[in-house]
């Protein structure tokens, strides 16, 4: 009976996380592309910590944050913002600097480069990186519920495999695969409305 309340908190927790990840994603990639002595220094860092194996890391942010939302949060945002950052602002680098400088010559700030030519240029690369992250929030909320959680499709399935009820893992493996797949299908229509 409490089946669509752990949807809800699995839904809740993945939004959350997504929502997140894409506005930090590109506040982040915009500073590096901003400030080359920024990228230069947290580029390697990123690409460092994009490569952890996150279900490493998820223990340590419930010993930080207690066994709660905000850590599975946390787990779900760590797998998917480095490398968001990472190809949002290698996009950024590959506009064509011809057009760059031309903006320049016009009189053009940094900040019309960025406005007129970077953002509209890179939307292809941002879209798609929320295409691919939305999947990864889910995958990082399943992580977190695992470890940290007392509701949720996660809790459901480790509860499940707990007390050798198949028909509750089955059942949220099921359903978690319908979520991914409308996931997916809300992104390509917010694809669709952009190109258009």
């Avoid at 990639?29 to 890391?57: C, D, G, R």
């Avoid at 509860?159 to 695969?177: A, D, E, P, R």
Wanted: charged fraction near 15%; hydrophobic fraction near 55%.
């Amino acid at each position: 009976g409490d089946l669509l309340k752990h949807i809800g908190i699995t839904l809740a927790e993945t939004f959350g996380s997504f929502f997140l990840v894409a506005s930090i994603s590109l506040l982040v990639a915009i500073l590096l592309w901003w400030n080359t002595t920024l990228s230069e220094i947290f580029e390697p860092y990123f690409v460092i910590l994009n490569s952890l194996p996150k279900s490493a890391m998820a223990p340590i942010f419930i010993v930080w944050l207690g066994n709660n939302m905000k850590a599975i949060i946390i787990t779900a945002i760590s797998v998917a913002i480095f490398g968001m950052i990472i190809n949002i602002y290698t996009g950024f680098l590959e506009i064509d600097k011809e057009k760059i400088i031309l903006i320049k010559t016009l009189g053009g700030t940094k900040k019309d480069i960025l406005k007129k030519l970077i953002l509209p240029g890179s939307k292809q690369i941002i879209i798609s990186n929320m295409k691919v992250n939305i999947g990864l929030c889910l995958v990082g909320v399943i992580i977190g519920e695992f470890l940290a959680a007392d509701k949720g499709l996660g809790y459901l399935i480790i509860y499940g495999s707990q007390v050798f009820k198949m028909t509750y893992v089955s059942m949220s493996i099921v359903i978690l695969c319908i979520i991914s797949t409308v996931l997916f299908k809300l992104v390509d229509v917010i694809e669709k409305m952009f190109r258009d």
